[in-house]
């Protein structure tokens, strides 16, 4: 099995629509989690930290499932600027963070 | 408040030859990681530095080597590149005892080998 593992995508999702991903890691020790978003050719950007149960940022929620070793990203009422790369990223105390392949969002007009 | 900044943006080197990449973090961080992101797959960890120390390691040979300065900022150096090593090489800072381990990205150095 592999570290971290995300819907492989790519999800083709009209405006205002709710989009749901999800990302399972396989390392029990996990203890924060991050979603980035990445633009195409351009660097990760922290989108949400999930350090507890889950996080909430206006459009966005991330709810953690320890037991299940699973995270998922909600976006709600999507807009054309949400489209990019998605990605999960586990970190331990040791701030080692493990990526998942990411998963594409196309928002359509 | 200055971000993670890397250069040179971009690079073009030949089989063989050896490159060094270089990276600023984040005003007061003192941790910079390194990331390979191959085109379209995630960025997979080289190393970590933290007190001028390689802390972590991940799955990478010995031809990449890596520094960090006393005023925090980092060196990636790769010898011997094979086409393979071509990819998006991206340094993340982060402070040890703050914000719960987050790491900021730099805008990366694009490295193509021919």
């Known amino acids: 099995r592999k570290e971290v593992e995300q819907d492989p995508g790519p999800f083709n999702v009209p405006e205002g629509a709710t989009v749901a991903f999800n990302c399972t890691y396989s390392?029990?020790?996990?203890?924060?989690f991050f979603w980035y978003r990445q633009d195409c050719r351009k660097e990760p950007k922290l989108l949400m930290s999930?350090?507890?149960s889950g996080n909430e940022d206006g459009r966005f929620t991330a709810q953690l499932n320890r037991a299940s070793q699973y995270i998922s990203l909600l976006i709600r009422d999507s807009k054309l600027s949400d489209s990019a790369t998605y990605l999960c990223?586990?970190?331990?105390?040791?701030?080692?963070?493990?990526f998942g392949p990411g998963t594409r969002l196309s928002v359509l007009p | 408040d200055a971000g993670v900044t890397q250069s040179p943006t971009h690079l073009i080197k030949t089989r063989g030859q050896q490159v060094t990449l270089r990276c600023s973090p984040k005003?007061?961080?003192?941790?910079v990681s390194w990331y390979q992101q191959a085109l379209g797959q995630g960025p997979q960890f080289i190393f970590q530095?933290?007190?001028?120390?390689?802390?972590q390691r991940g799955n990478f040979p010995d031809r990449f080597s890596g520094h960090q300065f006393p005023n925090y900022s980092s060196e990636l150096n790769v010898n011997a590149l094979l086409l393979g090593d071509s990819a998006l090489y991206l340094c993340?800072?982060?402070?040890?005892?703050?914000?719960?381990?987050?790491?900021?990205f730099g805008p990366g150095t694009r490295l193509t080998v021919l």
């Open positions: 993340a800072s982060s402070l040890v005892a703050g914000e719960r381990y987050t790491q900021y």
């Open positions: 390392n029990s020790a996990s203890q924060s």
């Open positions: 999930v350090y507890s």
């Open positions: 990223a586990p970190g331990d105390y040791g701030q080692n963070f493990v």
């Open positions: 005003s007061g961080h003192d941790t």
């Open positions: 530095y933290y007190e001028e120390e390689e802390r």
